[in-house]
């Protein structure tokens, strides 16, 4: 997916709010070193298959090889939100879609499947822009990104497209709860799926639910390296953990669980909808 999202970056003007209230508490600085690590690979993913299941037996396997990397209070597990989406049954078969007139068209001009372009529209609730192929949307999660994140790839079925999954941030929790349950420890969890970035080539990997931690780790009212004190600076955490799985996990490998270790993350509970997500009233380019 493309996220075209243009706002004021990364930093906010003080009271603008970098999150709404309610964050998390404000960790040590960093350790400098993470550990970031690819459990093995797991079976194809269908409707309706136990993934907290799936992930205790790979991360078994892990600790099969590597004893120290049994789970421990503090880590992180990072989550693709296509095997989410398989788990949870949001796929949707082609042969099934009838698409409406604007599909046809669109698709006609630009060669695309008619019934993708359909399904997209059905996943947008705003279509923000509509040309040169491209459908941007927003979604009723609030992201904006490229076609509404429906998905064609690494599918495991022809004419099969993947949607984001309903409510990611209940789909971490209760991830979190079931592994807190089998693998007697809590530990963080990030589902991620892999976004563009306004005026920039090329895509990395964000969070679209968390649990176990808060996502923005906010650094206003705390001093910088030279003492002063910073008045902006929101940092988003849980994307950056997002791409830092991404980079070890790689887009084609059957490896889409990967354990960080050494994050220092934020304390409290927090999620990607109530925090991360920009309101369009904030949007400085709506």
């Known amino acids: 997916m493309a996220d075209p999202r243009a ?29 970031a690590v690819a459990l093995p690979e797991v079976s194809e993913v269908r409707p309706g298959d136990d993934l907290a299941g ?38 949707v078969r082609l042969a099934d879609v009838e698409p409406r007139p604007e599909a046809v068209a669109f698709a006609r001009r630009w060669d695309k499947d008619p019934r993708q372009v359909e399904v997209v529209l059905r996943e947008s609730a705003q ?22 994140g429906v998905d064609a790839s690494n599918t495991g079925d022809e004419g099969v497209v993947t949607l984001l999954p309903e409510d990611p941030d209940a789909s971490a929790a209760g991830l979190r709860d079931r592994l807190e349950v089998e693998l007697g420890v809590a530990v963080g969890i990030v589902i991620s799926d892999s976004f563009g970035r306004p005026w920039r080539w090329g895509i990395t990997d964000v969070a679209l639910g968390v649990a176990g931690f ?15 004190t910073m008045h902006a600076t929101v940092v988003a955490l849980a994307d950056e953990l997002a791409a830092v799985a991404e980079l070890v996990s790689g887009k ?27 309101s369009p009233e904030d949007d400085l380019f709506p």
């Open 127 to 148: 279509v923000v822009r509509m040309e040169r192929g491209l459908i941007i949307s927003r979604t009723s999660h609030g992201f904006v990104c490229a076609n509404a």
């Open 7 to 35: 706002t004021g970056g990364p930093e906010r003007p003080e009271g603008g709010g970098g999150r709404p209230e309610g964050g998390g508490g404000r960790p040590e600085g960093g350790g400098g070193r993470l550990l």
């Open 252 to 278: 084609t490998s059957h490896r889409p669980l990967v354990l960080i270790r050494g994050a220092h993350l934020p304390v409290g509970e927090g999620t990607v909808a109530g925090d991360v997500v920009m």
């Open 54 to 91: 799936l992930i205790v037996e790979s991360w078994s396997r892990l600790v099969v090889e590597d004893p120290e990397l049994a789970a421990q209070s503090g880590d992180v597990l990072v989550v693709t939100q296509k095997i989410v989406s398989k788990a949870e049954g949001r796929m």
């Open 214 to 228: 808060a996502p923005l780790l906010d650094l206003r009212g705390t001093p910088d390296a030279g003492g002063r």
